[in-house]
């Protein structure tokens, strides 16, 4: 079965840095977008940041980009999110998504991991 594991949230000052990883298995990587989502107490789930499958191209929120950086390995069935320069108003709970769309068929997957929490706080 699909499964997720998330590693290396916690807690870090402002201007701090973490990397966050997320291990996938039970489906074939290498073929899925893979995405970075946030969910903020009380706020609705922002998508982060965005790779494709080859890991040709990346998209980044506005609020995040020049400090955030995704990266994937395929060989590791792996991605990562650098998160440098951290602020308060990133603290969430962050979530790896797995996404493939087969538009010829109109079918959509999505996976999602369990989440790990960031908090920036002095």
């Known amino acids: 079965q699909v499964q997720f594991v998330e590693s290396g949230g916690g807690l870090v000052q402002p201007g701090g840095s973490l990397r966050l990883s997320c291990a996938a298995s039970g489906f074939t990587f290498s073929i899925y977008d893979m995405n970075w989502y946030r969910q903020a107490p009380g706020k609705e789930r922002e998508l982060v940041a965005t790779?494709?499958?080859?890991?040709?191209?990346?998209n980044y929120a506005d609020s995040v980009k020049g400090r955030f950086t995704i990266s994937r390995d395929n060989a590791k069935n792996t991605v990562y999110l650098q998160m440098d320069s951290l602020k308060p108003e990133d603290t969430a709970v962050y979530y790896c998504?797995?996404?493939?769309?087969?538009?010829?068929?109109?079918?959509?997957?999505?996976?999602w991991g369990q989440g790990t929490q960031v908090t920036v706080s002095s």
């Open positions: 790779i494709t499958s080859s890991g040709g191209n990346r």
């Open positions: 998504n797995a996404h493939l769309q087969i538009s010829v068929i109109s079918r959509e997957y999505d996976y």
